[in-house]
């Protein structure tokens, strides 16, 4: 089983969080979002925890699994 944080709650966002919610070998760990209101309702229709967004935040160059 792989593990996805969802970045984005739009429109698109939500369906890759669809996508990856329907898959036997996925599985939705978090929904981040700059929008806290986008992010609470994809991640409630996902059942998954909203996480807030930093905005400037640094993204580091590797991210452990």
Known sequence: ???FAQFGAGRIGAIHAGN???HRGARLIHVV???RV???RLAA???RPWQPARRHSPIPRSMPC
């Open 33 to 35: 979002d700059v929008n």
């Open 38 to 40: 986008a992010a609470e």
């Open 20 to 22: 990856i919610a329907r």
């Open 45 to 47: 229709s996902t059942a």
């Open 1 to 3: 089983m792989i593990g």
